[in-house]
């Protein structure tokens, strides 16, 4: 008799308590103006849709941003198995209106914001634990480094230029062309129709991404009136192909990048542009990426004809330096989006350029981002590389 009546309780209770909790749910909803109409069943009771949409705004956004942010990691985890077990990766395209939001964050303002922090000189005792916590998120090798202790880096900015130890990147004598810096192969080989792939099936235009083409001391050429043309313009040996190499820098990598050959830099051009990422899942996803964000072109010759080296900015990745270049101010709230700035090495003085030899120091990112090498070569070039590849500074990218 006694366990019935307890269980009778127990059941009333659990009752009231749900009791109550329905009432503090249906709470917010009685303060709703309702409105009502008939149908054949029975009255139904609705709230318009503005006072719904004023019920929970936050966590209506909360729960759209974070399931798009998890569908997003989702991908990027399938494309990171896929690309573990050797399996193509097919593209799939951002479409106009991701892009437009996309350029449409403040990434320059965000990336001059951060590159002031790095300058922020850090406290000696906090010094370790933050350049610790950097080097085991993105896997740095501080054994390369010519200064280990981490105490000498002062602010993150020193500690993403450090310099390497002199035997830690060995340059190949064999070679032809090297890799300007520690990185990963997106893509290389030749340019074919005016287009070049910065991922596999992936392109953007050769004459949107370096422009028009400029001599070396005269007025830039007449707008090249179809694609082989503008290729003509670049290739200026008969027998020679166009070829191409892209080199993605992760913000663990060295930063710093180097002259892939002996040539003569005539050249350089400025395009301002956004600062979107320049992650291969990025570049698999945006069609002309390198196109839309900031870069430095460097244009000259060497032996076998046209060579140029582009560093391309990317997000927090504003500064980009060229050692030899002290008018060149990248990221800057002077210049505009959608224009180009040219300057030439070639003077009355000097009539050549600048001289540049094979592994020589020429200029440096911030953090992470991209080199791409667009150079003219005889048919018989061939490229020692792997997609895919990781690849240091020094080591060969191909010969002829």
């Known amino acids: ?22 009432s503090h749910f249906l709470q917010p909803f009685q ?46 985890y399938r494309e990171r198995e896929l690309e573990r077990l050797g399996l193509e990766i097919p593209p799939k395209l951002a479409g106009h209106w991701e892009v437009a939001l996309y350029k449409s964050v403040p990434t320059r303002l965000l990336s001059r914001a951060w590159g002031r922090l790095n300058q922020v000189e850090l406290p000696h005792w906090l010094r370790r634990p933050v350049y610790s916590l950097y080097i085991w998120t993105f896997g740095v090798n501080m054994k390369e480094a010519a200064v280990e202790d981490l105490h000498h880096y002062r602010n993150l900015s020193e500690f993403f230029r450090r310099k390497l130890k002199p035997q830690a990147r060995p340059v190949c004598g064999l070679h032809s062309v090297i890799s300007p810096s520690d990185g990963k192969i997106l893509n290389f080989g030749q340019v074919k129709n005016c287009e070049v792939e910065q991922v596999k099936g992936v392109t953007y235009s050769l004459e949107s991404f370096l422009g028009p083409r400029t001599g070396t001391d005269d007025p830039p050429f007449p707008p090249a009136s179809s694609c082989e043309s503008f290729k003509q313009q670049l290739v200026t040996r008969a027998g020679n192909e166009l070829y191409h190499c892209v080199i993605y820098l992760a913000p663990g990598d060295y930063h710093c990048f180097h002259s892939p050959t002996d040539w003569t ?54 500064s980009i330096r060229i050692y030899f270049d002290r008018n060149l101010h990248t990221n800057s709230p002077r210049y505009s989006k959608g224009s180009y ?60």
């Open 1 to 22: 008799m006694a366990a019935s009546v307890g269980r009778r309780g127990l059941c009333l209770l659990r009752n009231s308590v749900r009791s109550i909790a329905l």
């Open 31 to 76: 303060k709703l103006p309702l409105q009502a109409f008939r149908t054949d069943a029975r009255n139904v009771h609705t709230a318009p849709a503005r006072a719904l949409f004023r019920l929970r705004p936050l966590p209506i956004l909360l729960a759209t941003g974070g399931g798009y942010a998890g569908y997003r990691q989702y991908e990027k």
């Open 265 to 318: 830099v005539s050249h350089r051009r400025h395009f301002p542009g956004s600062l979107m990422s320049v992650n291969p899942g990025m570049a698999r996803w945006i069609k002309e990426l390198f196109c839309h964000n900031e870069r430095v072109v460097l244009t000259g010759d060497w032996k076998h004809g046209f060579f140029s080296l582009t560093a391309v900015g990317a997000t927090n990745v504003g």
């Open 341 to 400: 700035n040219d300057f030439s090495f070639v003077t009355h003085a000097n009539k050549e350029g600048i001289p540049m030899r094979k592994g020589e120091h020429l200029g440096e990112f911030n953090l992470g981002s991209t080199i791409v090498l667009i150079f003219e070569a005889p048919k018989d070039f061939n490229f020692q590389l792997k997609p895919g590849q990781k690849i240091r500074f020094g080591e060969a990218l191909g010969s002829l």
